[in-house]
């Protein structure tokens, strides 16, 4: 394959990339206009929630179905539903209708997140030109997170929201079209049998989890019987789904895979390096909001997404002169000594070594983990496992932060709870009927603090910096664990496939 052409490949790839990553930050920023127009203030946290729930209930299938039946094919097929649901989120009338046509959308971006780097590792069999594409990949991942709001702000000020979601047709469309005409597949003779039971299964099992976390303690206690009910559903399909899995002809998910102490170790670093990500990016900026006076929520993300950046870009032209094992085990050490650091948070910590913090958190935790586990668990698989082990990974990375975020938020409520039990007892306070003025929400007193006495903002500031820190020892616990994980993963650097193919060809391959 000449270089012009893999260029362009890449280009497309890239494009739609960038689709998928950018929807839900762009759209963030377009709320307000968004309830204006077609209302739904009580619904509106569902658009996001339904997008990732439709993104990572169905990666595994669109990660096995790319191996069995061609990359390309299912890639399109991502694309054009991502598109679909953009063009209806466009025309919505209602905040329901947005919901459905966003759950559109998030089928299609479950299959190009995958599907986008199961390619690069089929183009390049050589892991140091994999590793420095897949770091570009990681690298627009962060730059949507920081430039995803600035551009949905001024696109919906500027034009109306509903261009947020137009926007991404023209460049889906080069991305379609590019891919379509550029990128040839070796056609197979066979017709593998699709695990319809286990698809269903896979996605029983994620939705019933993901909803179970997203409502309890928010809409509903942990202990009612929705929530229970919902984490029982997940449970037993995840037990009928193994014993589905290890009976099926093409298994959505191999159980061989497991047996392969890279692709083990590296989905229980992922997972644990996704709690880590999330609960950090959840509440330091809490911290920089209600315990420190007049810090700027953006002075801490965007040193931490542009870390992320640079670490994920920087590991790419690295990775390849030292073993797998020890990189990863370095960045969860770092993470280890980064967690206690954020449990001893406090008032007198200068600002600067916050965003130090958040640097190191990026640099050398977040981000090289980011690229290596993805190229780690795509070189040590045979070829026609690709897709699978390549969604394998970002299902663990984005269950690990569902759950890391609802444990933390467990604990960081449990400990409010307590702070405000305390507080009626010194300040004697009352409730009041007003809820812009109950004494006894904390989050009201931060929000009217000049209505409140200054005794009792400050106890409540201490309060949430002390919550926030114990919530933090959850940081602690899983990245001991994933660098007990990360030393289970073999000592073996990143190799060229010793049965590799030309890479002139993107080959579809059958398991049997």
């Known amino acids: 394959m000449s270089k012009q052409k893999k260029g362009i490949i890449l280009i497309s790839i890239l494009l739609g990339f960038i689709l998928s990553s950018l929807d839900n930050t762009i759209i963030s920023a377009s709320m307000g206009n968004i309830i204006a127009d077609i209302g739904g203030l009580d619904k509106i946290t569902w658009m996001f929630t339904t997008y990732a729930l439709a993104g990572t209930s169905t990666m595994l299938i669109f990660g096995k179905l790319s191996d069995m039946f061609g990359r390309k094919t299912f890639y399109l097929i991502g694309i054009g539903l991502f598109l679909l649901g953009s063009a209806l989120c466009g025309t919505a009338g209602s905040i329901e209708q947005l919901i459905v046509y966003r759950v559109i959308q998030g089928i299609g971006s479950g299959a190009i997140f995958p599907i986008s780097l199961s390619l690069i590792y089929t183009l390049f069999n050589d892991p140091k030109d994999a590793a420095k594409m897949s770091g570009l990949f990681g690298a627009v991942l962060g730059l949507s997170s920081i430039g995803g709001p600035l551009l949905g702000a001024w696109v919906s000020e500027s034009l109306n929201w509903r261009w947020c979601f137009y926007i991404n047709l023209p460049i889906g469309i080069v991305s379609f079209v590019s891919l379509l005409c550029t990128l040839r597949e070796s056609r197979s003779e066979a017709k593998p049998k699709i695990d319809i039971l286990g698809a269903l299964l896979i996605v029983i099992m994620t939705v019933s989890a993901m909803f179970a976390l997203e409502l309890g303690g928010k809409d509903y206690a942990w202990s009612s019987w929705l929530i229970i009910g919902l984490f029982a559903i997940s449970a037993l399909a995840m037990i009928a789904f193994y014993f589905v899995e290890q009976r099926a002809s093409e298994p959505i998910v191999p159980l061989q895979l497991f047996k392969n102490r890279m692709v083990t170790g590296t989905n229980i670093v992922v997972f644990c390096q996704g709690a880590l990500l999330f609960s950090a ?42 073993r797998v094992r020890t990189v990863m085990f370095v960045n969860m050490v770092l993470g280890i000594g980064i967690s206690i650091l954020l449990m001893n948070l406090s008032l007198e910590v200068p600002h600067w070594q916050i965003i130090a913090l958040a640097v190191v958190l990026g640099l050398g935790v977040l981000g090289p983990l980011n690229n290596i586990t993805q190229n780690a668990v795509a070189y040590s698989v045979d070829k026609r496992y690709i897709g699978v082990s390549a969604s394998l990974v970002g299902f663990s990375r984005s269950i690990g932060g569902v759950m890391g975020v609802s444990v933390m938020a467990v604990i960081v409520n449990l400990q409010m709870k307590s702070s405000v039990t305390t507080a009626i007892g010194k300040f004697q306070l009352l409730p009041n009927p007003d809820p812009n003025r109950d004494p006894l929400n904390p989050e009201t007193v931060f929000r009217f603090k000049d209505y409140f006495e200054p005794q009792l903002v400050s106890f409540y500031k201490l309060a949430m910096g002390n919550a926030i820190n114990q919530g933090f020892a959850l940081a602690l616990c899983v990245t001991i664990i994933g660098a007990i994980a990360a030393l289970t993963v073999g000592a073996s650097k990143l190799h060229k496939r010793s049965d590799a193919a030309s890479a002139d060809t993107v080959t579809q391959s059958v398991s049997h």
């Open 281 to 322: 990016m959840t509440y330091l900026p809490l911290y920089a909001m209600y315990v420190f006076d007049g810090f700027s929520v953006k002075l801490l993300l965007t040193p931490l997404m542009l870390s992320m950046i640079c670490g994920s870009v920087l590991i790419g032209y690295l990775q390849a002169h030292f």
